[in-house]
């Protein structure tokens, strides 16, 4: 099956710092990310949905200031957490869905970065 | 976005038994899938079911859509222990279920 990777597995930063987190799909184009944050022992909760070369669209209530995304293009997307503080952190996935060999319009999850905030 | 809902939240049952889970979700989609979650882990790709079909197996795994009624079940049968885990459905929309919090005890 497809692959979609993140980096870095895990961050740990100071608060006041920005961190990038990437998602790249390996083997396929992907026409759509997604970006989930994931509190323990709780679902994903969808942050944003990004469309490859527009403006991503943000699920309520997350600062599209706080949390930029970038999907320039059809393999990458990155999500920067600007001036982090400890209650931003958590556990972001991403996940990409495009053509990928026989299956259409599949979605394929990312590892998931872990961000700490100190 | 599409946000699944999955029952029970949580399930404990003996190895070896079936384990029968749940999801259901609010608009139209083109695909639905499962994914399990071990804990503080990433998220593993069990299933996908596409809008025009109806069941689909994959070695102990049989999941069901309904769209009909937009639900889906995941259905484990001969659980082991190694089967417990979070199990999630997410929508191709985007959207993400509560998850179920599946125990096989040994």
């Known amino acids: 099956g497809a692959v979609v990777s993140q980096h870095p597995s895990w961050v740990i930063c100071k608060s006041g710092t920005s961190v990038k987190i990437e998602c790249r799909s390996l083997?396929?184009?992907?026409?759509?990310m997604f970006w989930y944050r994931q509190f323990p022992k709780q679902s994903l909760m969808l942050m944003a949905t990004?469309?490859?070369?527009?403006?991503?669209?943000?699920e309520q209530g997350v600062e599209k200031d706080k949390f930029l995304i970038n999907h320039a293009s059809l393999t990458l997307s990155t999500l920067t957490v600007t001036s982090a503080h400890p209650e931003d952190s958590s556990f972001y996935i991403c996940?990409?869905?495009?053509?990928?060999?026989?299956?259409?319009?599949?979605?394929?999850f990312g590892p998931g970065t872990r961000l700490t905030v100190l | 976005s599409q946000q699944g809902e999955e029952d029970p939240q949580a399930l404990s049952i003996q190895e070896g038994e079936n384990a029968t889970m749940n999801c259901s979700y609010k608009?139209?989609?083109?695909?639905l899938q499962w994914y399990r979650q071990n804990s503080g882990r990433g998220l593993v790709h069990l299933i996908l079911?596409?809008?025009?079909?109806r069941e689909k197996h994959s070695g102990r795994l049989r999941v069901t859509l309904d769209t009909s009624k937009k639900s889906s079940s995941l259905l484990i049968t001969a659980s082991r222990a190694a089967d417990t885990a979070s199990y999630f459905c997410a929508t191709d929309g985007g959207g993400f279920g509560e998850g179920t919090q599946l125990t096989v005890n040994p």
């Open positions: 996940s990409a869905r495009g053509v990928s060999g026989n299956d259409y319009n599949e979605q394929f």
């Open positions: 079911i596409r809008s025009n079909e």
């Open positions: 990004s469309n490859e070369g527009s403006k991503a669209t943000y």
């Open positions: 083997d396929f184009q992907a026409t759509t």
């Open positions: 608009t139209s989609i083109n695909n």
